[in-house]
């Protein structure tokens, strides 16, 4: 699986959008952009994934670029629940195995 | 639906003794991995099951550690002999297939005294 490059903090204004950039230069066509969050000690926590198309759900929208090297995750009206870890993966299709490989991740701070 | 159910939560073990923690999927998956979170580290990937088979262990320290995920019940991570290096967060995920998403489970904390 491809590498991912995140910075290794930010922070946000509450009620305001926070973008988390990540950069995977190196994946390949067969791989997907997967985003998980990871609050305080509790179980990472699933986001969104995507192909090369941008995706939305009722958490965040994922914005990918032309080339796929890069992507960012939009969170648009972020809370003080949203500070988290945020990890940027990428993952195979139909990977067998399966694994995620989690990075640094970049950690999120919410300020009001 | 239920999410991914673990237990104990928190387990306490002294030095060489056995910890047993337990995982219970999400209705209707099959695959099953466990993750594990050294005190200030990353997650990292340990074993892959999904039923009754060991699809990927490359994460598994080689000795005292064992995972199984039989046809009944829930899968169980197993450390024999347990060290102080072995308290962390253990983390359970599943997923309905092997190429989706996977859901985690709240973890369970191994101290080891």
């Known amino acids: 699986d491809a590498k991912t490059t995140q910075p290794t903090s930010m922070d946000c204004a509450e009620g305001r959008a926070a973008n988390l950039p990540c950069n995977h230069s190196t994946i390949s066509g067969n791989e997907y952009v997967y985003w998980y969050r990871q609050i305080h000690s509790q179980g990472p926590q699933y986001i969104i994934h995507?192909?090369?198309n941008n995706e939305t759900n009722e958490m965040a929208s994922l914005i990918i670029t032309e080339d796929r090297k890069s992507s960012t995750l939009i969170l648009p009206h972020a809370t003080l629940r949203d500070t988290a870890v945020y990890y940027c993966i990428v993952r195979a299709i139909y990977n067998q195995g399966g694994k995620l490989i989690f990075g640094q991740g970049t950690e999120l701070s919410v300020k009001p | 639906n239920a999410g991914v159910m673990q237990n104990p939560r928190h387990l306490v073990r002294r030095r060489g003794q056995e910890a047993r923690l337990r995982c219970s999927p999400m209705k209707g998956h099959s695959h099953v991995y466990w993750y594990r979170q050294l005190p200030e580290e990353g997650l990292k990937f340990m074993v892959y099951l999904q039923k009754e088979n060991i699809i990927d262990e490359s994460g598994m320290p080689k000795e005292r550690f064992s995972a199984e995920f039989p046809k009944e019940g829930p899968s169980i991570l197993r450390i024999q002999q347990v060290v102080r290096g072995d308290s962390a967060a253990y983390f359970c995920a599943s997923s309905l297939e092997n190429y989706n998403e996977q859901f985690f489970g709240p973890g369970t904390r191994l101290t080891v005294l």
């Open positions: 995507g192909l090369k």
